[in-house]
């Protein structure tokens, strides 16, 4: 099955998943379980019709306790990619320009989210408030892209402070979830895709107790660090 195919099945399928979850996120309203559903309904049958294996390596790393979950981003196609390792009771920090996509969007506010724009200070700064509480009152994780934005095959990009702000103020670990450059399965912009395994790694937790703010600087470079050694490994 060629490139063009595939993508229009997985595009279909897309489409599907939101139809059916928009109608979950109505009844589930205020809660992060149609999220879930989005993400695991996604990746686990998405997944099959691209023709790619997720191998996921020590799964154990999840922790039982409300965590910031950080996973490098290179494409709209992550969701298929890292749908199956989706923890329940998990809400993301994401663009609140997101909102216009139909019903995505709506799925994204019922379930609870935390939406910013980027551009606005002030709800930068309730966005932090936003996610302490979410980690330390709602006991939820939160799954954040650190770099900000799809590194589109071009390497890891460089992490955002925002999201160490984040793990900090609500005192949360921070699990790494180092995600393999796709490169090697599937390149949207040549219009390669083959079949294969494609491997995502849970790293252990990095505490975050007791620092303060002024260590994020420090905290970020470690953890870039870690992340480009896990996948110069691979």
């Known amino acids: 099955m060629n490139y063009r195919i595939r993508m229009l099945l997985a595009g279909i399928w897309a489409g599907i998943v939101t139809f059916v979850v928009f109608f979950v996120s109505l009844l589930t309203w205020g809660r992060p379980f149609s999220a879930w559903l989005y993400a695991r309904m996604l990746g686990g049958v998405g997944m099959r019709i691209l023709g790619i294996k997720i191998k996921v390596q020590s799964r154990e790393n999840l922790p039982a306790e409300p965590s910031v979950l ?38 994204l506010l019922a379930s609870d989210n935390i939406l910013v724009d980027r551009e606005d200070a002030a ?33 890891l990009g460089e992490f955002k402070k925002g999201a160490f702000v984040m793990a900090i103020a609500a005192q949360a670990p921070i699990v790494p979830i180092v995600n393999q450059d796709m490169g090697h399965l599937l390149k949207p912009e040549q ?13 252990p937790a990095i505490p975050t107790k007791g620092l303060r703010f002024r260590d994020a600087d420090r905290l970020i470079q470690e953890v870039a660090e870690t992340y480009q050694r896990e996948i110069d490994s691979f």
């Open 123 to 155: 709800g930068a700064k309730k966005a932090v408030s936003d996610a302490t509480e979410a980690i330390k009152k709602r006991r939820r994780h939160l799954w954040i892209f650190p770099e900000g934005t799809r590194s589109k095959g071009k390497g």
């Open 70 to 107: 950080m996973a490098n981003h290179q494409s709209n196609l992550d969701a298929f990619f890292m749908g199956t390792i989706y923890p329940r009771n998990t809400v993301v920090l994401g663009k609140r320009e997101m909102l216009k996509v139909p019903l995505f969007g709506l799925i």
């Open 191 to 203: 219009r390669f895709l083959k079949s294969g395994t494609h491997h995502v790694k849970i790293l």
